[in-house]
Each structure stands twice: as structure tokens, then as C-alpha cells.
């Protein structure tokens, strides 16, 4: 099976690929309980953190991810104190990282097709940390390991997807993967928080959380995206936290052994309450350190491959 | 461990050069002279380089624990992330490495099928050192193919095999491949 030269959407992967990804994951997270937790594969190779959006949890688990590899890493935030601040166009910064012979771009931008245009421009790889509204692949496949981890087979596994579809990039990527690994998935929140398309993506839209919450082998939260409150797409946090959040009430319905996830960053007492989100069911903290194994892994089978018009004869 | 050449060439057999008894005799022997050398199994811990130097390492192991009346720890190694090849031929498919207990003051046998270039037994000397810091590392190879491009040599040999370099030397093993057999041949 060819390696994929960029990540860009989870559309792109089958599910030979993302389980060659997380299979390489799987033996690169047994690194990170070592003493010596680096090795030397891609040494001599230039990764960049090109971010147009704030985060933490992303480019510091990317970062480490290219360091652990031993790959040297270069971060780029467009702030007041980069380029951009200086009116430099998206394009002209993809050359300047081009110019300086970086191997990879991990790029996150506000807008949805970000790391397909730059896709177009370098000859680096380009993955996809998150576009718009678009897609987030490298959180999808982190989860889709975590609930490996967990159950061993995502094939019929039920996963309820709870909370603001409409603007997040997390479920979209999510939704993909999930199908595409054989897993049931159902779309709960409100009517003004699904996508009027969700019903395409081949899941279930469901709007009361208490239909399902007894049959979920997982119960995924999104975070509420308090900076959209102002758009009046439900009435109060208090509301929404009665009628979507997950209390210790309503996931004490829940399977035995299921699940609590949540991408992070929290909003304790909205989506998620303090004692579910710290509960046995919440893998939150397993999903932070699964992260850094499959972006190492991703790093690896698209970094570690033969150069264009490089001699493959080499002796073993 | 030769893969598939570029090209989707394919195995041709020239010659069978062991066959199961005699790589029986040879792993037996092999066994012996660890022990013979290490003065006693005490400290040693056998570590195969997978793919096929892992079920080697199993018998050799178990060869050993039963001629000593000891338990003897062995393990398997996916040298893959130290290879110094790989911006050259692209990923290979991981698999677990699996140490036993802390390599500290320990005499770790690497176990492989083929010695030829020593640039995996390069690589798994890194990746033995990364674990832990063992008083010494030995190596013992089914077969010895000659061409070295490194300062590497084994402790301990099954058997010496003169090739050419456009020859391919294949071992297969039971637990992997239903038989055991060193063959040689090409790839057209």
C-alpha cells in the first residue's frame, strides 16, 4: 500500500490505511513508557508548525510527536509578532517555508480548504490540524484509537456524537472515520446545531440525548463554542448543560462499559460535568497521550518514504 | 532479511542449502556455545531481530532453558525506527518489541537469520542501548552471507554461506513460513 504524501481529509483514508495508522501507532506508544523515549528515524528532516488559529493541545502534541522522532521542528504562529501581522499573504509565507527546505507543513487556518491550497503550492507534505469548518483528521484518527484501545474492534460499535455539529471540524473528521471502521453513529443536539446535510454523512440525527444515552458504547461531547453564544443558537449554557451535558445523573444510565470522550479543551458544567469528566468511563487524558503516538506515526510512514528519483536498490 | 526486489521481481531457487535437521543442529550448537562462552546462562537475555530472527531466538531460548534447567528470558526487536535506511526504501509495517525486564549490567544475544551489510545489526545495537545500558551485546546468526559494509562480525555462526552480492539468501522458519529452510536463488 503507497503512503499518503499529504493529510488532508479523512475522505482519503480506507480502512487498510487507518488501521496501518494506528496499527504503527500502536508499536511507536510503546516508546513513550521507555526512559529514553527518542529514536533517531527522522533525523536530518524539517517539520513546521504553521498555525493560523490558537491552540495548545494540537501543536504541542505535533511538536513533541516530530521531536520524539528526533525531526527538528520549527513553529510558526501567525501573530502580532509574525509576518502576517506585516500583511503577508498565506502564499507567500508557503514559499518562505518552502525556500527554507521544510519537509512537512502541519498547518491550522480559519478557513475550510486551507491545507488543500497549500497542498497545491509546496512540495512539503501538508497535514490537515484543523480547517474551519471543515476537518481535523489527526483528532478523528487519535479517537478512533482510543476506542480501539478500549474495545480492540470499532466494527458496529455505537458512538453518539453530542453537541455543536454544525461548526465543529471534530465531528466531521470523526463521523468519516467512524463510518468508515463499520461503527453506528448518531448526531445528538439540537435542530440549530445539525447540519441541515448531516443526514448524507451516514449517521443517525437524533435531538434528545436520553433516547440513546442506554444503548452509546461511547458518548462523545464536543465542546460548546462559548464564543458563539451571541448567535442565539440555544438558549443558555444552563439549558443546553440540562438538556445535551453529560451529568453524573445521566451517565449513570450508561453502559458499563462505555465510554465518556471529549476532544478538549472542556467546559466543565456545560457539555461535561466536573465528576463524569474525571469518572472511569472518561478516557479525556488517554485521548492527550494517544495523540502524540499517531501523529508520530503519521510523521513517520509519510516523512520515512523514498524521495522522488532516489536509487530504492540499496542493500538491506 | 531480504524483502521484495523493486520492480515486483520474483524469487527465483538455485539451491536449499538447510533443511530442517540441519538448522536444528545448528541452533543446538549455537545454544552451546552461548553458554560455554558466558561461563553459564546467568545474566544472558536473548533478544531475536524480527522478522525471523524472533522465532530463532524462542528456541534458541528454550534450548538453552531446558539443557540448564533454567528459566531464560527472550525477546524481539523491530529494528525498523533505527534503520539508517529509511528515507531511502520508505516505512515498514511496525511490530511490537518486546524486552524482558531491565537490560542493566544484563549480556543481551542478538539472534538474526542473515548477517550480510551489519546495518541492522548496527541499527539494533542502538536500539538495545536506547533501553538500557547491558555489560555486553553478542550476536549469533543462523547464516553468514559475507559482504559486510560495516566493522561487524558474529559471535557465533550456523553457518558460512559465500554469495554473490546479486544472490539472495532466504531463511524460512516454521512458526512464519510452515517449514524450516536456508535457500538461495535470485530475483528476475
Known amino acids: 500500500m503507497s503512503m499518503l504524501k499529504h493529510l488532508l481529509s479523512m475522505d482519503q483514508l480506507g480502512a487498510g490505511e487507518i488501521t496501518r495508522i494506528l496499527d504503527t501507532a500502536e508499536s511507536l506508544r510503546q516508546v513513550t513508557d521507555r526512559p529514553i523515549k527518542k529514536l533517531p528515524t527522522l533525523r536530518g528532516r524539517t517539520v513546521c508548525n504553521l498555525f493560523y488559529e490558537a491552540s495548545t493541545r494540537t501543536r504541542i502534541s505535533f511538536e513533541l510527536a516530530a521531536k520524539r522522532l528526533s525531526a527538528d521542528v520549527i513553529n510558526f504562529s501567525a501573530d502580532a509578532k509574525s509576518s502576517v501581522s506585516k500583511g503577508e499573504s498565506f502564499k507567500d509565507t508557503a514559499w518562505t517555508l518552502e525556500a527554507m527546505g521544510v519537509d512537512a507543513i502541519i498547518v491550522r487556518h480559519g478557513s475550510s480548504g486551507a491545507p488543500h491550497q497549500l497542498a497545491r503550492w509546496v512540495k512539503a507534505s501538508v497535514l490537515n490540524a484543523g480547517d474551519g469548518f471543515h476537518e481535523h483528521p489527526t483528532q478523528a484518527l487519535l479517537d478512533l484509537f482510543s476506542i480501539r484501545e478500549r474495545f480492540k474492534d470499532l466494527e458496529d460499535l455505537h458512538v453518539a456524537i453530542v453537541g455543536d455539529i454544525v461548526h465543529s471540524r471534530v465531528a466531521r473528521s470523526n463521523v468519516k472515520g467512524l463510518v468508515t471502521m463499520g461503527a453506528k453513529v448518531t448526531l445528538v443536539g439540537p435542530a440549530t446545531l445539525i447540519p441541515a446535510q448531516a443526514k448524507d454523512w451516514g449517521a443517525t440525527i437524533e435531538h434528545d440525548l436520553d433516547a440513546v444515552i442506554e444503548d452509546v458504547d461511547v458518548c462523545y461531547l464536543l465542546r460548546v463554542q462559548k464564543e458563539r453564544q451571541n448567535e442565539q443558537l440555544y438558549p443558555s449554557d444552563r439549558e443546553y448543560s440540562i438538556l445535551w451535558g453529560l451529568d453524573r445523573r445521566r451517565a449513570s444510565r450508561m453502559k458499563p462499559e462505555a465510554l465518556v470522550m471529549h476532544p478538549g479543551p472542556m467546559n466543565r458544567g456545560v457539555e461535561i460535568a466536573a465528576d463524569v469528566s474525571e469518572s472511569q468511563r472518561s478516557i479525556v487524558l488517554d485521548q492527550v497521550a494517544n495523540g502524540l503516538a499517531v501523529r508520530m506515526s503519521l510523521l513517520y510512514l509519510m516523512l520515512g518514504k523514498p524521495e522522488d528519483g532516489v536509487d530504492v536498490g540499496a542493500s538491506v | ?188
Not at chain 2, 12 to 18: E, G
Not at chain 2, 176 to 185: K, P, T
Open chain 2, 1 to 188: 532479511m531480504p524483502a521484495q526486489a523493486a520492480g515486483g521481481a520474483e524469487f527465483q531457487l538455485k539451491t536449499r542449502v538447510m533443511g530442517p535437521d540441519e538448522i536444528r543442529r545448528a541452533l543446538i550448537r549455537i545454544s552451546h556455545e552461548i553458554v560455554e562462552g558466558n561461563k553459564g546462562s546467568e545474566d544472558l537475555v536473548i533478544v531475536g531481530i524480527r522478522t525471523r530472527g524472533a522465532p530463532l531466538a524462542d528456541r534458541v531460548a528454550n534450548t538453552i532453558a531446558s539443557f540448564e534447567g533454567v528459566d531464560l528470558p527472550s525477546g524481539a526487536l523491530d529494528v525498523s525506527l533505527y534503520r539508517d535506511d529509511v528515507a531511502l526504501r520508505g516505512p515498514r509495517n511496525l511490530e511490537a518489541t518486546t524486552v524482558p525486564g531491565d537490560l542493566d549490567g544484563k549480556i543481551v544475544v542478538l539472534v538474526d537469520d542473515v548477517l550480510y551489510t551489519g546495518r541492522t545489526i548496527r541499527a539494533a545495537f542502538d536500539a538495545v542501548l536506547d533501553m538500557g545500558r547491558p555489560k555486553a551485546i553478542r550476536l549469533a546468526v543462523l547464516v553468514d552471507r559475507g559482504h559486510r559494509e560495516l566493522p561487524i562480525r558474529a559471535d557465533h555462526v550456523g553457518k558460512n554461506l559465500p554469495t554473490a552480492s546479486e544472490e539472495v539468501v532466504k531463511v524460512h522458519v516454521e512458526e512464519l513460513d510452515g517449514e524450516d529452510a536456508v535457500l538461495i536463488g535470485e530475483f528476475k
